[in-house]
């Protein structure tokens, strides 16, 4: 249901240095958490701030919270929690199922990487095995690995098993640093998966040998891999989450920032198009009237091809962020022979995740969120971050740098969530109109950050998104999480091809 009074920043009720709550109409219901300093909360519009009154008011919703990266998106906000016992919503996970961050440490010292050479060097070495760029595949570049159909079926049905990492030449011992090293069907089984798989390759997959072969690539719009120098922060907690993370201060890093490519976006696009069809069908009203707020109660048939179709996808892009790392420790050793290198972590930032949410197993959407687990959450036992917490990967820009994080227990409020990044400022046609490629091209030059392209992407200048200090002051402010490390860009690969691509 849509809101009956204009709204707008000075709608949010205060309720912290960096929360508030924006309460629902007539105040009917829980109301939305707004994670945000007064600068951050002055920069949501109307627009956003209504599609997450949209959300809330969904059937089965119980909670929903505006990060400070916020911004509208299609649907929900791009940048929010949505918590659901009961039903499950493409539109907060959104097209690019499980889009996701992963970080690679490895053992070179920062200073091997100064010269302008060398990391040309680097540069041309990842992109003879990476391509960047919408529809790019193997195909496009000589040094990629070879992913035929049946390989590309192992992959969506079992994601970053021990046999589909060894195929491809991943060291197995990384999926115990992923968020979630695979998923399976709604029943809970990899069968489920198997016989989703077949009946889409049975209908006609468009393209699916063609998809398939975008593994170890990065999209269009905002994917990136990075060069980084880690800078530990000073503090014995910081040092401590870094030793348990494998973070080396002083030392490169790789950052990476994709998903599940043309393969999970025709997933997406066609549970939109069945979910859509069936409101139609059966004139449903849709929530704020919002053909993106389509959603299947848990149990129907609908709800059961979303979870199938959703846990294809993200086993996906887990392996294509795992291959993607390979790939670039591959390159890294062809330059600096003798190299290694450890995967910090892999987590995602659009996926619906079971959880237990005030005593109840829900399914949580974050849509341009991220998973924030503190040390001592039980879904962290057995894992090699049970006392810390696990890495939070949160993407800057190139000339702000990112940051790795680890959870505070305030995250409960949140959900056990964060922000995903810094969000956008502007939208990419707006960023177009506004500015100039040359002062975008000086400030990267002026940070001695080199890229893989002519003109870096005009949409994807760090002016087009909200200052980074701020929404991480907003993080800290909040209680939600803590720095761990700083991340200093030292080069940077994006789509060399186009500006306003897509990212499938």
């Known amino acids: 249901m849509a809101a009956t009074n204009p709204i707008s920043p000075a709608t949010l009720v205060p309720t912290g240095a960096a929360t508030a709550l924006l309460p629902l109409p007539d105040g009917k219901g829980k109301p939305i958490t707004v994670i945000g300093t007064p600068a951050i909360r002055d920069g949501f519009d109307a627009t956003c701030l209504q599609q997450a009154l949209n959300a ?60 302008r050479t060398v990391r040309r060097a680097l540069i041309d070495a990842i992109g003879a095995r990476i391509p960047t760029g919408a529809g790019r595949s193997q195909r496009s570049v000589p040094k990629s690995r070879a992913v035929g159909p049946e390989l590309g079926r192992q992959v969506a049905v079992e994601g970053a098993s021990a046999a589909v990492c060894t195929s491809l030449g991943i060291p197995p011992a990384w999926a115990d640093r992923c968020e979630d090293a695979f998923h399976v069907g709604h029943d809970g089984t990899r069968d489920a998966l198997g016989e989703r798989l077949g009946r889409l390759t049975h209908v006609g997959f468009e393209r699916f040998a063609d998809k398939v072969q975008q593994l170890g690539s990065y999209g269009g719009g905002n994917h990136f891999g990075e060069c980084e120098a880690v800078e530990v922060a000073d503090t014995e907690r910081a040092r401590q989450a870094a030793d348990v993370f494998g973070l080396r201060h002083g030392r490169v890093a790789f950052l990476s920032h994709c998903g599940s490519r043309g393969f999970g976006y025709h997933l997406a696009q066609g549970q939109f198009r069945a979910l859509q069809q069936k409101f139609e069908t059966w004139d449903i009203l849709l929530p704020g009237g919002d053909k993106e707020l389509v959603y299947a109660p848990l149990g129907t048939p609908e709800a059961d091809a979303y979870l199938d179709d959703m846990a294809l996808g993200a086993n996906f892009a887990t392996v294509n962020h795992l291959l993607i790392n390979a790939l670039v420790l591959e390159a890294f050793q062809e330059v600096l022979p003798g190299v290694g290198g450890q995967l910090v972590y892999f987590i995602s930032h659009n996926i619906a995740r079971q959880e237990v949410v005030n005593d109840k197993m829900c399914w949580v959407h974050r849509k341009g969120a991220t998973r924030a687990f503190p040390g001592g959450h039980f879904a962290l036992k057995g894992t090699p971050f049970a006392a810390t917490g696990h890495p939070i990967l949160l993407p800057g820009n190139p000339q702000a740098g990112s940051v790795v994080m680890v959870a505070d227990p305030g995250a409960s409020k949140s959900c056990y969530s964060v ?29 001695d950050i080199l890229t893989n392209c002519r003109q870096y992407p005009i949409d994807e200048a760090p002016a087009a998104y909200k200052d980074f200090d701020e929404v991480l002051r907003s993080v800290e402010q909040a209680g939600l999480a803590s720095p761990v490390a700083r991340l200093r860009a030292r080069f940077v690969l994006k789509d060399a091809d186009a500006s306003l691509g897509g990212a499938a």
Do not use: F, W
């Open 419 to 447: 922000n995903h990044g810094a969000g956008r400022a502007m939208g990419r046609r707006a960023a177009m109109r506004a500015l100039d490629q040359q002062t975008v091209d000086a400030g990267l030059d002026s940070h």
């Open 56 to 115: 809330r008011c969904a059937p089965g919703v119980t909670d929903l919270i505006v990060n400070p990266d916020a911004h509208a998106g299609y649907g929900a906000p791009i940048g929010c929690v949505l918590v659901s016992p009961t039903h499950v919503y493409p539109g907060p996970v959104g097209v690019d199922i499980k889009c996701s961050m992963s970080l690679l440490q490895l053992d070179v010292p920062t200073e091997d990487i100064q010269d």
